[in-house]
């Protein structure tokens, strides 16, 4: 299950896209309205789902995709025929579950309605519902409660037809145990790869051969249509760019009010040892207290070395005395005048005279000692001037995006004046399609995939704007597009070139690389076929690597395709077992020395009881939904299959 969906990305992408927005709203309105004039796309029984239906739900999916997404979502996602086949099968299922609720009554409580608007999160606020952001969130969406509840109350009441059977669903143990035994065995196996490198050298591809595959695939050839493009790109290198020369004095005094940045100031690592002093005490207690420090600070002069154990013994201040007396790096500012001088006046290994501080006296030793450090303005002069320019780019560049924009719309069917105002270059790119950008080989030296700017061209946004009406057809700027907080693009079609399939000359490497690429994987699949073969009558170990342990759970980097290959290998007889795998360039053979169980009650699989449950229920919700299909003789008409075939516009 795992790999399925490691290794079917595209397809559940698709799922999620669909999955994601259930009810085509934020909190699921099911306000839809089912009597029309417009041909029904679906007859289901005396109801049907009918174009406007189709295109309210598919508007309102891209809408919530785009939000979710901050407009970086790709509308072609769902431009295809399964996406709109997965889109109208949702409307289906919605007026099954209508029309079984509707026939049979069902109908929510007062207190269920409520519970229900409580538990969800969007109305919470640190895990409880909240009055105050229940209304906040219905009027951001411009819904009155009344309007919002009876909407709840009808997606409840739906819910009521298939909810039981998700709720009640449970995988089978016997069904569990197994998955969990077959996730968990163990194999250890050895490969021996036969890679199609090795063969491309003797492979021999002739023009006739190019020519016959060039004939036979121009639909896989064609390339869709495409634009060159004219755009500009403001981003923080333009900006710094626009910054003038500095003057010296504007650096100096950026140096001078942030010194602490480029200088460490002088601090001592320092050890001490306290005499207390009482509070209040009398003058005889107190210069028997300077006596006692003074003595102690004469045995540390005498041997520096012994400082730690002195400070064990003798020192008052039982937070530091078990450390040796150690108080760590002190720099200016950290302790009361007096004894900041003295510790500053000691050079290292020096112990100070006794100093008065407000719990007692300190004998003081500097373990090291550190001057101020750092660099000069001449040293730090070019961290300074681009610390400042970075900082002057900055406002720079919100004062170029507002002129950019006016720019742009003041002068519409061109970049030049834009440009030449801001300090910015034209620049020029092509083979840019509206799914994508086309690579160097389709589209030549001047490929926008090719390009530094291959991330900007190729988001989303700016080709949605390039094949826009307004800058396609009419030839116009498109607006300023954000790509990111520090980076805007301008662009404005230069060229359209149709759809077509390249000559053959432009194709002619491209098709010999992929006809020796083909031959070589077969000549490579022959071999290890062969070499496989010969294993069933004399097993051997000549070629295969080092033995490795797996599991469907632990793949231990093995491709899905070999794993597949290695627990298919039955190991029933005598091991060991042999099997192969055509892989992308080469041909594995897989040899299964041991197989073993696993720990079925792995950290891993704690889960998966839940994980499958629901799995189990999705698949029942699928089974209740196909037997209700045809109770009402679920009939898709040649408007609907049309549709789904080649969207709205080709039923127009």
Sequence with gaps: MFDFIRTHQRLMQLILLILVVPSFVFLGI????????????????????NRDEFVQAQRSQLQQMQESSQGRFDPALLDNP?????????LIDRKLQIDVATRNHFSVSDGALRRAIAAMPQLQVDGQFSPDRYHEV????????????????????????????????????????????ALTEERTIRLRVFKAGDHAKDVQVSDKDIQAWYD???????????????????????????VPTIEEARLKDYYEQNKSRYVVPARVNVSHILVKLPAGASEEVAKTALAKAAGIATRARAEPSGFADLARKESQDAGTAREGGRLGWIQRGTLPLAMEQAVFALKQ??????????????????DQVQPEQGESFEQARAKVEDEVRRQLAADRFADMATKLTSLVYDNPSSLDPAA????????????????????ADEAGAGAASASGDSAILGDVRVRQALFSSQVLTDKQNSGVIEISPDTMVVVRVHDVTPSHVPALDQVKNHIRAQLTDERARAAAVAEGEKVL????????????????????LDPAGLSKDVLDAAFSIHTDKALPAFGGVALARAYAIVQVDAVRPGTTDAPALAG???????????????AVLAELRQQLGVKVTDEGRKLIEQGDSGSN
């Design 138 to 181: 219905l009027t951001s969406y411009g819904l009155t409660p009344r309007d919002f509840e009876a909407g709840q109350r009808s997606e409840l009441a739906l819910d009521r037809v298939l909810g039981p059977v998700r709720d009640t669903a449970a995988l089978p143990a016997p069904v569990l145990d197994g998955l969990k035994r």
């Design 349 to 366: 290994g020096e112990v100070s005279d006794p100093v008065k501080g407000p719990d007692g006296y300190h004998v003081f030793m500097a």
């Design 216 to 242: 036979g695939h121009q639909d896989a050839l064609r390339l869709p249509d495409q634009v060159s493009a004219d755009y500009l790109v403001l981003d923080e290198a333009a900006a710094l760019a626009s």
């Design 533 to 552: 073969a010969s294993l069933g009558a004399q097993p051997s170990t000549e070629g295969f690597g080092e033995p490795a342990t797996v599991s469907r």
């Design 30 to 49: 099911s306000g839809y309205s089912f009597v029309t004039a417009d041909p029904a796309l679906v007859e289901i029984g005396k109801a049907s789902v």
């Design 608 to 622: 998966l009881g839940q994980q499958m449950a629901r799995v189990w229920g999705s698949v029942e919700r699928q």
């Design 420 to 439: 030449k105002d801001l300090g910015l270059q034209v620049r020029k790119a092509d083979g840019i399609a509206r799914d994508r950008l086309l690579s």
């Design 82 to 90: 399964q996406a709109r086949q997965a889109l109208l099968d949702q």
